[in-house]
């Protein structure tokens, strides 16, 4: 752990923050921790050899929590017994998703009406989680009335760093984030507190950091949209200058994600409904991409309209490098109106089914 700056931190995205994804980010300026996706644990739950990869084969040289999503007390001790067999910086609980498949469960952000069953978990989590054990959560679920008696549940059982998306689950991803209740979480919390929820570049982080004291950022979607945000947040904090990206570089950023997230195709037939799928999967992340290329929304339409490998490349260029719009800068904050839909975590699609589908 570095020592003086604000920490930073890449928010776990179901199916986005794979090994491959956490490779190109690492490419452009890792940030300090990465995050699992959320391995779900239930009576027969196994651990999820894709997500489990991104532990084993993470050569990032930055610490990876997994994130475990459940509330049955033995088989949450039980896979995070065995999530501890492997090189993991710690086990950290999501009492945050807010889809409603997973709250009618009474896991995720379910969890946050029922102080009791969370006092139970995080007393069990604790007393196996040899390394460090870590909460993501939301400030309530419909309302932030058990705010406080939660986080003084998280002080008693001695969590070692707390990640506090300032919404309420009902709250899903409409509206502001209420910064307010995740400065009341630094103060009222003993472990460094990680500000979470809409935090679009590195000034907006200073700002978020200054305003809650929180003791770092955790970012998700604009990390997505701009997979240098870490490297600038440090050269921020360093008051070292800051690196400026230009279109040409989200090109090839483009270019390391296809290469990166690629399947190896076994046959030439496997190889045409493969390009079909990965176009469709680089166009969840270009959803986010799109909001720091043109204000209007040009790329963003015209990338979704893509269908071959060829026909994306082809926008990506119009857009991106023809003519001299490769020395123009990459806008620092996402263009305002342009919509990267949907961005309910529970949405994500598996890559089989992903063909027509946006996150
Ligand atoms: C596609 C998607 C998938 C997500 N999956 C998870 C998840 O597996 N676990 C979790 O704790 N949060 C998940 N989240 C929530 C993010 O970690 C984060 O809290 C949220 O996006 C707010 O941060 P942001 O405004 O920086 O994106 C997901 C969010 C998105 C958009």
């Given at each position: 752990?570095?020592?003086?700056?604000?920490?930073?931190?890449?928010?776990?995205?179901?199916?986005?923050?794979?090994?491959?994804?956490?490779?190109?980010i690492s490419s452009c300026g890792a940030?300090?921790?990465?995050?699992?996706?959320?391995?779900?644990?239930?009576?027969?739950?196994?651990?999820?050899?894709?997500?489990?990869?991104?532990?084993?084969?993470?050569?990032?040289?930055?610490?990876?929590?997994?994130?475990?999503?459940?509330?049955?007390?033995?088989?949450?001790?039980?896979?995070?017994?065995?999530?501890?067999?492997?090189?993991?910086?710690?086990?950290?609980?999501?009492?945050?998703?807010?889809?409603?498949?997973?709250?009618?469960?009474?896991?995720g952000g379910g969890l946050l009406r029922?102080?009791?069953?969370?006092?139970?978990?995080?007393?069990?989590?604790?007393?196996?989680?040899?390394?460090?054990?870590?909460?993501?959560?939301?400030?309530?679920?419909?309302?932030?009335?058990?705010?406080?008696?939660?986080?003084?549940?998280?002080?008693?059982?001695?969590?070692?760093?707390?990640?506090?998306?300032?919404?309420?689950?009902?709250?899903?991803?409409?509206?502001?984030?209420?910064?307010?209740?995740?400065?009341?979480?630094?103060?009222?919390?003993?472990?460094?507190?990680?500000?979470?929820?809409?935090?679009?570049?590195?000034?907006?982080?200073?700002?978020?950091?200054?305003?809650?004291?929180?003791?770092?950022?955790?970012?998700?979607?604009?990390?997505?949209?701009?997979?240098?945000?870490?490297?600038?947040?440090?050269?921020?904090?360093?008051?070292?200058?800051?690196?400026?990206?230009?279109?040409?570089?989200?090109?090839?950023?483009?270019?390391?994600?296809?290469?990166?997230?690629?399947?190896?195709?076994?046959?030439?037939?496997?190889?045409?409904?493969?390009?079909?799928?990965?176009?469709?999967?680089?166009?969840?992340?270009?959803?986010?991409?799109?909001?720091?290329?043109?204000?209007?929304?040009?790329?963003?339409?015209?990338?979704?309209?893509?269908?071959?490998?060829?026909?994306?490349?082809?926008?990506?260029?119009?857009?991106?490098?023809a003519g001299n719009r490769g020395g123009?800068?990459?806008?620092?904050?996402?263009?305002?109106?342009?919509?990267?839909?949907?961005?309910?975590?529970?949405?994500?699609?598996?890559?089989?089914?992903?063909?027509?589908?946006?996150?």
């Open positions: 752990m570095r020592t003086g700056l604000p920490l930073s931190a890449l928010a776990p995205m179901q199916d986005v923050t794979t090994l491959p994804f956490m490779r190109t940030p300090d921790y990465f995050f699992t996706e959320y391995f779900r644990v239930h009576a027969h739950s196994r651990l999820e050899s894709h997500i489990l990869e991104s532990i084993t084969e993470n050569e990032t040289g930055r610490p990876i929590f997994a994130q475990l999503i459940g509330e049955d007390l033995d088989q949450m001790e039980r896979t995070a017994l065995a999530l501890q067999q492997y090189p993991v910086a710690g086990i950290d609980l999501n009492m945050g998703c807010p889809a409603p498949k997973v709250y009618k469960k009474n896991v029922d102080p009791d069953k969370i006092d139970a978990l995080l007393g069990r989590l604790r007393s196996v989680c040899r390394g460090l054990f870590t909460v993501k959560m939301r400030i309530g679920f419909e309302s932030p009335e058990h705010f406080e008696a939660i986080l003084d549940c998280i002080n008693r059982h001695a969590v070692d760093l707390l990640s506090v998306h300032g919404r309420t689950v009902k709250e899903m991803y409409r509206g502001a984030v209420h910064y307010d209740f995740i400065r009341s979480a630094v103060q009222r919390s003993r472990c460094p507190v990680l500000a979470n929820g809409n935090v679009t570049s590195a000034a907006s982080a200073a700002a978020v950091i200054e305003y809650t004291g929180a003791a770092g950022v955790m970012i998700g979607r604009s990390a997505i949209r701009n997979p240098w945000i870490f490297r600038q947040l440090r050269e921020t904090f360093e008051g070292d200058p800051v690196y400026q990206p230009r279109l040409a570089d989200v090109r090839s950023y483009v270019d390391r994600l296809w290469e990166n997230t690629r399947f190896v195709p076994s046959s030439e037939r496997e190889d045409v409904s493969m390009e079909a799928r990965h176009v469709a999967r680089m166009k969840k992340f270009l959803n986010f991409v799109a909001q720091g290329v043109d204000a209007e929304g040009a790329f963003l339409h015209r990338m979704r309209r893509a269908r071959t490998r060829a026909e994306l490349f082809r926008t990506c260029d119009a857009f991106l490098v123009l800068p990459f806008a620092d904050e996402p263009f305002a109106g342009l919509v990267a839909r949907p961005t309910r975590e529970g949405d994500a699609k598996s890559l089989s089914e992903c063909a027509a589908a946006t996150w």
